[in-house]
C-alpha cells in the first residue's frame, strides 16, 4: 500500500470548459492544438508522445514570414530554433546554401555544442516556423531525449554542421 495518498478522479467535459471559460483559455487551447497538429506531421514529432509536443508547443511562438524576410541576418548572434511549418526557407553561410522545406529544423546547433556558428537565413516564400527561443531551446532539447538524439543526428550531417 502506498503511503502517499492518490486521489483519482474525472472531469466532467462541461465542467472543463467552463474553467477554460472563466479564465478565458480557449483561444489559447484552440491556437496550441492547431500548432500541435502541423508539427506533428513531420518526422521526429509523429512519433513522440502528446506531452512532448506539448512542451514543444508550449515552449515556442508560431510566426509567419513573407517571401525575402530575413528571419536571421549573418551578424545577428540569435541562437534561437527552428521549425518550419509551411513554405520553404533559405539558409546561407560560407558558400553553402540549401532550402529547407516543411519539417526542416535549423539554428545554430552549434550553440548546443558551445560553438557558435553564423548563419544568413530568410523566407524563400511566405513560410511558418516555429521558433523556440534561445533560453527555451537547451531546457527542452536536453529534456526529450528522442528530440535531443534526431538534433544530433543533424549535427553529425556534413552539410548541417556548416550552418
Same mark, same amino acid.
Given at each position: 500500500?502506498?503511503?502517499?495518498?492518490?486521489?483519482?478522479?474525472?472531469?466532467?467535459?462541461?465542467?472543463?470548459?467552463?474553467?477554460?471559460?472563466?479564465?478565458?483559455?480557449?483561444?489559447?487551447?484552440?491556437?496550441?492544438?492547431?500548432?500541435?497538429?502541423?508539427?506533428?506531421?513531420?518526422?521526429?514529432?509523429?512519433?513522440?508522445?502528446?506531452?512532448?509536443?506539448?512542451?514543444?508547443?508550449?515552449?515556442?511562438?508560431?510566426?509567419?514570414?513573407?517571401?525575402?524576410?530575413?528571419? &536571421? %541576418? !549573418?551578424?545577428?548572434?540569435?541562437?534561437?530554433?527552428?521549425? @518550419? $511549418?509551411?513554405?520553404?526557407?533559405?539558409? =546561407? #553561410?560560407?558558400?553553402?546554401?540549401?532550402?529547407?522545406?516543411?519539417?526542416?529544423?535549423?539554428?545554430?546547433?552549434?550553440?548546443?555544442?558551445?560553438?557558435? &556558428? %553564423? !548563419?544568413?537565413?530568410?523566407?524563400?516564400?511566405?513560410?511558418? @516556423? $516555429?521558433?523556440?527561443?534561445?533560453?527555451? =531551446? #537547451?531546457?527542452?532539447?536536453?529534456?526529450?531525449?528522442?528530440?535531443?538524439?534526431?538534433?544530433?543526428?543533424?549535427?553529425?550531417?556534413?552539410?548541417?554542421?556548416?550552418?
Amino acid at each position: 500500500m502506498a503511503k502517499t495518498p492518490i486521489t483519482l478522479c474525472s472531469i466532467d467535459e462541461s465542467l472543463f470548459y467552463s474553467f477554460l471559460t472563466g479564465e478565458k483559455r480557449i483561444d489559447n487551447l484552440k491556437a496550441m492544438l492547431v500548432i500541435r497538429k502541423e508539427l506533428e506531421q513531420f518526422e521526429p514529432f509523429y512519433s513522440f508522445c502528446d506531452s512532448v509536443n506539448e512542451t514543444i508547443v508550449r515552449s515556442s511562438q508560431r510566426e509567419i514570414f513573407s517571401a525575402g524576410q530575413f528571419l &536571421k %541576418k !549573418a551578424d545577428n548572434d540569435s541562437n534561437d530554433f527552428f521549425i @518550419v $511549418l509551411t513554405g520553404m526557407i533559405l539558409l =546561407k #553561410n560560407e558558400g553553402f546554401t540549401e532550402n529547407l522545406l516543411p519539417g526542416g529544423m535549423f539554428g545554430d546547433f552549434g550553440v548546443l555544442s558551445g560553438k557558435f &556558428k %553564423k !548563419a544568413e537565413i530568410s523566407a524563400s516564400e511566405e513560410s511558418a @516556423v $516555429l521558433r523556440i527561443p534561445g533560453e527555451n =531551446k #537547451n531546457r527542452i532539447i536536453k529534456s526529450i531525449p528522442p528530440l535531443q538524439f534526431y538534433i544530433n543526428q543533424l549535427e553529425n550531417k556534413p552539410e548541417i554542421s556548416r550552418v
